[in-house]
């Protein structure tokens, strides 16, 4: 499909995405499209932008990272105007109902305000991911599915060229974490239940790829060893510099025990000697236990920008290549250290 562009080019036309992952049986067309190789790219991507950074370091933000982070600030003030509600239920706070109804009613405009004049049609279709990544409001409950659809919706900024891959490290320190600390907010707030939990076998309740990345963080001058990460002096000091020991502290604060009873997945991880071993493992394992999961995959939408469409015969799945220092932090442009993702029509590369 043509992108919109210069007079005599035709117009790019976007779509409401639709569920198209029905049954089981559809679950390798699933893993054979397009959309499933252009999603383990843009973690590797990602994974390779962020070696080396720091939660709070200085980075040009683009103004559609910075008008959607307004955005996130919007939601997040209108959970403190809608709080929680007296209820026999100890989960499951009704009044994340009546949050998500105001999500809903203000998401388009947040999200065409926030594109450039040359996209704002694209809003029809980035908004169904956008609405999707904070929660079920019937069951109440967050999961890795809803992470997944605000992943999604930072790939389709990216492949219509909202955002440009010079912008990966804007989009992962800065708008990524806004939204991973706004999710915690709402599954605090409103008592939100895990959807899918596999309990202490799951890595974590909620939450997976702030884990894939903040180890892509860690794979190039670490401040700790992955050993160091469950004591409370590393946490202390580097919760708010590092994604993972971030996302270690608000388990160490939502969870009461010890960490390998709560947490064994996280525990056994901490005995794996090398960051980039465990970036590069927790991806497969994203792809074990998200990704190739009917229950999570059939929520999944596609529309014009993430298609099912298969990807040709023989088509290598990306992985990211860790332990190099990252591209992005000299003003003149290196040579990637991971292999490009598949050309994306209509945009520019991620």
């Known amino acids: 499909m043509a992108e919109s562009g210069a007079d005599g080019e035709p117009k790019r036309e976007f779509v409401v995405p639709e569920k198209l992952i029905k049954s089981p049986m559809d ?10 190789y252009d999603l383990i790219g843009f973690i590797s991507s990602m994974s390779v ?35 929680p509600i007296d209820q026999p239920a100890r989960f499951g706070n009704v009044a994340f109902k009546s949050w998500f109804q105001k ?7 947040l999200v065409s305000d926030a594109l450039p004049d040359t996209l704002k049609d694209a809003a029809k279709e980035l908004c169904v991911y956008f609405v999707d990544c904070f929660g079920n409001p019937t069951r109440i409950d967050y999961g890795t599915g809803h992470e997944l659809a605000f992943v999604m919706f930072l790939m389709c900024l990216f492949k219509t060229g909202a955002v440009e891959r010079k912008d990966e490290v ?10 991973i600390i706004l999710a915690r907010k709402l599954q605090v707030t409103y008592r939100m239940e895990p959807a899918g939990s596999h309990g202490v076998w799951s890595l974590d309740d909620f939450q997976f790829v702030p884990f894939i990345w903040g180890s892509a963080q860690l794979a190039v001058n670490s401040p700790i060893e992955p050993a160091q990460f469950v004591e409370e002096k590393w946490i202390t000091k580097y919760k ?11 388990i160490q604060q939502v ?15 901490s005995a794996v000697p090398q960051w980039s071993k465990i970036c590069t493992g927790l991806i497969k394992m994203y792809q074990k236990e998200v990704l190739s999961k009917f229950p999570v995959i059939q929520h999944v939408y596609f529309g014009s920008i993430l298609t099912l469409k298969t990807v040709k015969p023989g088509t290598m799945l990306p992985s990211p290549r860790l332990g190099m220092l990252p591209r992005q932090q000299q003003q003149r442009p290196a040579p990637p250290a991971v292999p490009p993702p598949p050309a994306f029509p209509g945009g520019d590369g991620m």
């Not at 962020?50 to 955005?71: C, D, F, H, Y």
């Not at 999500?103 to 405009?109: D, F, N, R």
């Not at 969870?255 to 991880?269: C, P």
């Open 27 to 36: 679950m390798e067309l699933w893993q054979m499209s397009e959309c499933y």
């Open 255 to 269: 969870k009461t025990g010890h960490f390998a009873e709560h947490s064994n997945q996280l525990w056994s991880i």
């Open 170 to 179: 804007a989009v992962g320190l800065k708008l990524f974490q806004k939204y």
């Open 103 to 109: 999500m809903q009613s203000e998401s388009m405009q």
């Open 49 to 83: 932008a962020l070696q080396g950074t720091r939660n709070s370091q200085e980075v040009a933000i683009p103004p559609v990272v910075e008008k959607l982070m307004q955005a996130l600030d919007r939601l997040e003030q209108l959970a403190i105007e809608t709080p």
């Open 240 to 250: 708010k510099e590092l994604i993972f020991v971030g996302c270690i502290d608000y």
